[in-house]
Structure formats: structure tokens, C-alpha cells
């Protein structure tokens, strides 16, 4: 599988005052359910100049917008990142809300796989996720053993 190198992460926000345009397109979207493996036909309509277009879609991607106008309706900035992604430092530190110190660190001490080009390390999108995904279910391990202890000593009720 070849890895392919971004040069920029652009993040896509909306304006405030297009915050609800987003949360109806998105409820919109959400009560239409095709099968998993179809496409559907988009039709879009530009209302200032009457242009209009019909794309297939895969229903894939249907879901895909419908989450990402879902988080854009709550004031988030999305961005559309390939699994097989390789960041630089700076990227992979921005995406996980580190310093690009800290996660130098982190993948030094084998805790994010990376590779070297050169002087540089680059990290494959995936890897973040995977991290994030065992950083998550350690947090839950330890709330779930603090939780225990607290009952266990009648501190919780």
C-alpha cells in the first residue's frame, strides 16, 4: 500500500450564521438510509446562478458529509485526512492537540510507530488513530478502577 505525503491539512469551518443550514442538511441527510454497498444520485442546484448537476455517489460517502456537516453544525472544523497519510511532526502534533516536543517523545519511546526520511519522521495517519483509540481505552480502564475502588470503600453513591 503506498503512503502518500500531505503538505497541508486544511481544516473546513463554517461561518456561525450557516451553523443551522448545516444541522438540517445533516438531520436531512441522516433520515436517508441507503444500503451500504449502492450509490445514490445527488442533485445540486447553485439558487444564485440555476446551475445544476446530478453525481452518483457512493452511499459511503453519503454518511461521510452527513457527519462531517453534523460536526460542522456544532462550531467544529473538519478535515479529510487518508488513513495512509504520512505527517510530518508538526502535523501529527496538531491533529493529536500536543506539542510537536511531546510527541517527538512519544514516538521515541515506541509509543506511535514512525519511520525516518532522511533527518525527518513521518507518521502514518492510522497510527495516530490507533493511539488515540488505546490512550481512550486506557483512561476508561483506570476510570473504571477508580470507580471500583471508590465503591469498594463506600465513597461512592
Do not use: C, N
Not at 508538526?90 to 526520511?117: M, N, T, W
Request: proline content about 4%; glycine content about 6%; hydrophobic content about 45%.
Amino acid at each position: 500500500m503506498a503512503t502518500r505525503r500531505l503538505e497541508h491539512l486544511e481544516p473546513y469551518a463554517l461561518a456561525a450564521q450557516d451553523a443551522a443550514g448545516a444541522r438540517a442538511s445533516s438531520a436531512a441527510l441522516a433520515a436517508f438510509r441507503p444500503g451500504d454497498d449502492g450509490t445514490v444520485t445527488l442533485r445540486l442546484e447553485d439558487h444564485r446562478t440555476g446551475q445544476q448537476v446530478e453525481a452518483p455517489v457512493a452511499a459511503v460517502a453519503v454518511r461521510l458529509l452527513t457527519q462531517a456537516l453534523a460536526q460542522m453544525a456544532e462550531g467544529h472544523a473538519v478535515t479529510l485526512l487518508p488513513l495512509d497519510a504520512e505527517l510530518s511532526t508538526q502535523q501529527a502534533a496538531d491533529l493529536l492537540g500536543v506539542s510537536r516536543p511531546y510527541l517527538v517523545k512519544l514516538l521515541e519511546e515506541g509509543r506511535i510507530p514512525f519511520r525516518k526520511v532522511g533527518a525527518h519522521r513521518r507518521v502514518r495517519a492510522a497510527a495516530l488513530r490507533d493511539y488515540l483509540a488505546d490512550y481512550q481505552r486506557q483512561g476508561l480502564e483506570a476510570l473504571a478502577a477508580i470507580t471500583s475502588e471508590a465503591q469498594r470503600m463506600g465513597l461512592y453513591e
